[in-house]
């Protein structure tokens, strides 16, 4: 019993000492944290050294896959340093840091280096709630590295792209540096360590270093993708693993194999494998498909079984030969989309089994028609990149105070990690907005207000004395406004689900509607019945997807155009000018010459904005139109006797559906496009406007300053920005000197806008959409219609 008393007595006091130790260190302890900190923050500054050279590499021009093919074992070094660099200190350093204060939970981050916490927080895209839990470091370690060499880039690397498996990586190691913390307090108390926790510390340690190499490779990839090149040596290798696949099936998977990689064959959904089993399981059955169709054509023909016999009565040729041409289409629209996938991104999908959110990145409809917040990160680091913007500089401020959910999205880049993002609550906010301004114009219209008194009572955007000097103050993210802008345009565009259906629908029902027309009959024979039922069923999946890319031009220019007159509102002060849906937007500060150059910039990311698509749609759209004006012109001059060849009625019923449709969803393309450019000299016509406005306000300061009461708008607001700024300029030269500078700001955009206009706008097959365009467009289809007509009624005559 005293010897039990003894031990904790003797307990006791070794952690009394302890506590003593650490909270008044020794000149010794005191010395090493010093040192620590000194090593720290030599390898913060290493590690920003590194970077340096990582991008200047990465501006040399070419892929990053080309830099480090030519950087050989230098580049493999830096990426290296980088992770050395940042890698945590050993166990005695933290231990000598924990000296440094009183320690809770997060002492060890809190003796963190300033500039290292920063890093951290760079490459931490996790919100808090969602850091990972100690027990998932249980799982493998195969499932976040995975190590891939070859022999034509250099060293071995470890890849794994995935944002929310580095982010766990990442997170993993920062919230065991608790762990790792207490472990060598027991060690110091002599206490034994599990020697498990501790290979899962030092496991955790590893993975972290894995994930910052990750994150370099992650953005060598983003940087690749930024730059939009065809590669047609690409387009025509997967249109022959796809031909392939949709023809031989499993069996193709043996070529593409020896050709190239399994890991292809995974990442192409051409195997139960993969991580899209979706994709899979509808490419699966859509071979089946193929090859039940083809088999029953030849055993029509050829008879390859006795036992079975197969007629296929009241089934049209026809229907065969724009299967076939739907699949091809199909594989057409696949290949383009590997056309344009950067080398480096390929190289990635050879060599290593990819997750479905890495596969996605490329796919049209969950990143770019269904528009997210997170979907379209990649796509605004491309714009920002593509127009050499610098960020930290791409700031703009307003004349009037924004809302306090508005105020929020612009003032935090993780405002959507924290608040889950739901397409259908920002449509009903709109809604409720675009309700306010409609009760607001019947209410003027209702008691006939005619004063400005009277009209500013109804006003949704006030510009109070009061708030205007911390208005001017307060800069947001200009990054963050243009995402906003993207997401209200997604929340106006058209839905695809309608034309869907009744494109899909209408062609399905062409061969019952000829073969009632033709035959007088609806009932079929048990194989032409089951081939109708399997033609039907596989060729509603293939139309699908092939009108989904057909209608996803539509929306690409509509939510374009909607984009772009929002930019446009952000200069036009008076609002009730405008339409609905763009009287909410709020106004740039006017008279600060810095947010009027941001928002030159910004309207210039919307042009380019989603570039990697668009790119993609115009090869759909060119294709589809070309082919179908060319049958088109046949179809006219065989008509009109100039051509003598004649197709049967059931192949001009199937083309002329296809043309209408195609047509008419290329002319709205053409409509919205010449919407889009015709705001290039709009927007000129408002700054001519704000211009002439600011020349007035500069002759007549006298007047705004003596609060001379004001009846213009432009007016107005010009008054109350002039006082502001006479509280921190104070003397009239130097307000004269500041509205100088905004005209000749405005002079420059003026000039870049005209200059936009005729060298870049946008253009649709290497056409630039006008309305002089398609009013020829509209002429021409008239005059056929015309002659047609007039033939047709000769005829009978």
Same mark, same amino acid.
């Given at each position: ?132 839990? !100690? ?222 959110? =890495? ?50 999205? !612009? ?46 009572? $109804? ?77 039907? !069923? ?10 989904? $890319? ?73 294709? =589809? ?44 393309? $053409? ?15 408002? !700054? ?82 006008? =309305? ?26």
């Amino acid at each position: 019993m005293q010897n039990i008393q003894d031990q904790n007595q003797l307990r006791i006091s070794k952690e009394n000492e302890r506590k003593v130790s650490i909270i008044t260190p020794s000149t010794n302890q005191v010395e090493q944290s010093s040192i620590v900190k000194q090593r720290r923050n030599n390898k913060v500054q290493n590690y920003q050294e590194n970077v340096s050279q990582l991008d200047n590499k990465a501006k040399q021009g070419g892929s990053p896959l080309d830099n480090y093919n030519r950087g050989g074992s230098d580049f493999s070094n830096i990426i290296n340093n980088i992770s050395n660099d940042y890698k945590l200190d050993d166990s005695s350093d933290k231990k000598v840091l924990n000296c440094d204060a009183n320690l809770d939970d997060n002492s060890f981050l809190s003796s963190t280096p300033k500039d290292l916490k920063k890093l951290k927080t760079l490459y931490n895209n996790s919100k808090p709630s969602e850091l990972v839990n !100690l027990q998932k470091e249980k799982r493998k370690n195969s499932q976040i590295m995975n190590q891939t060499s070859n022999n034509d880039c250099g060293p071995d690397f470890k890849f794994h792209i995935q944002a929310n498996q580095e982010t766990s990586s990442f997170n993993n190691s920062e919230i065991n540096a608790t762990s790792r913390r207490k472990m060598m307090r027991k060690r110091t108390e002599g206490n034994p360590v599990n020697d498990d926790n501790e290979s899962k510390s030092n496991a955790s340690r590893a993975r972290m270093d894995d994930a910052m190499k990750t994150k370099i490779l992650q953005k060598m990839l983003n940087v690749s993708e930024y730059q939009i090149n065809f590669s047609f040596k690409q387009f025509i290798k997967y249109i022959f693993y796809h031909l392939l696949f949709f023809y031989l099936g499993i069996f193709a998977n043996l070529v593409i194999m020896i050709t190239d990689s399994p890991q292809a064959v995974n990442n192409m959904s051409f195997w139960i494998t993969t991580r899209d089993k979706i994709s899979f399981f509808t490419q699966l059955f859509q071979w089946l498909s193929n090859l039940t169709i083809i088999m029953a054509w030849l055993q029509k023909y050829f008879k390859l079984s006795k036992n079975v016999e197969v007629n296929l009565n009241l089934i049209f040729m026809e229907q065969l030969y724009f299967y076939n041409f739907v699949v091809v289409m199909r594989i057409f629209i696949i290949a383009v989309r590997y056309g344009f996938t950067s080398e480096f991104r390929l190289q990635l999908l050879m060599r290593q089994k990819q997750e479905y959110a =890495f596969i996605a990145r490329d796919l049209l409809l969950p990143t770019w028609i269904e528009l997210t917040p997170q979907g379209m990160e990649t796509e605004l680091e491309a714009v920002l990149w593509r127009n050499q913007i610098d960020e930290s500089k791409f700031k703009l401020g307003f004349i009037e105070k924004l809302n306090d959910k508005l105020d929020q999205k !612009l003032s935090s880049k993780d405002y959507y990690e924290s608040n889950k993002f739901s397409m259908k609550e920002l449509q009903s906010t709109l809604n409720g907005l675009e309700k306010t301004i409609k009760f607001r114009d019947q209410k003027i219209r209702s008691n006939e207000i005619i004063l400005t008194e009277e009209m500013e009572m $109804f006003e949704i955007h006030k510009v109070e004395d009061a708030n205007i000097s911390y208005n001017f103050e307060k800069k947001y993210d200009a990054s963050l406004l243009l995402k906003e802008i993207a997401l209200f345009s997604s929340a106006h565009q058209t839905s695809l689900k309608v034309f869907l259906i009744v494109a899909t629908f209408g062609k399905l029902s062409l061969p019952f509607i000829i073969r009632g027309a033709m035959h007088g009959q609806f009932l079929l024979d048990w194989d032409s019945a089951i081939y109708t039922a399997i033609e039907t !069923l596989a060729s509603s999946f293939f139309l699908l997807q092939n009108y989904i $890319f057909l209608g996803a031009g539509h929306v690409d220019f509509q939510r374009r155009f909607y984009m772009i007159k929002y930019i446009s509102s952000l200069i036009n002060p008076t609002k009730q000018s405008l339409e609905i849906m763009y009287q909410i937007s709020p106004t740039i500060n006017l008279v600060d010459r810095a947010s009027l150059h941001i928002w030159f910039q910004l309207r210039c990311c919307t042009m380019d904005f989603g570039q990697k698509y668009q790119r993609r749609i115009f090869v759909y759209s060119s294709v =589809f139109l070309g082919m179908y004006l060319v049958y088109g012109g046949i179809i006219l001059l065989s008509y009109f006797d100039f051509l003598v060849v004649r197709f049967s009625t059931i192949f001009n019923v199937y083309c002329l559906y296809d043309i209408l449709l195609t047509f008419g969803v290329i002319l709205a393309m $053409f409509q919205y496009g010449a919407l889009i450019n015709e705001q290039f000299m709009e927007d000129k016509l408002q !700054l001519i406007i704000i211009k002439q406005k600011l020349i007035d306000v500069k002759y007549s300061l006298d007047d705004l300053l003596s609060n001379k009461k004001q009846l213009c708008q432009y007016t107005k607001l010009f008054q109350k920005i002039i006082k502001n700024l006479k509280q921190t300029l104070k003397n009239k030269e130097a307000i004269q000197e500041k509205i100088n500078e905004v005209i000749d700001e405005i002079d420059v955009i003026k000039e870049r806008l005209e200059v936009e206009y005729v060298q870049r706008p946008l253009k649709i097959m290497g056409v630039t959409a006008s =309305f002089q365009l398609l009013n020829q467009i509209y002429t021409t289809l008239f005059t056929v219609g015309v002659a047609v007509a007039q033939k047709f009624y000769s005829r009978n005559s």
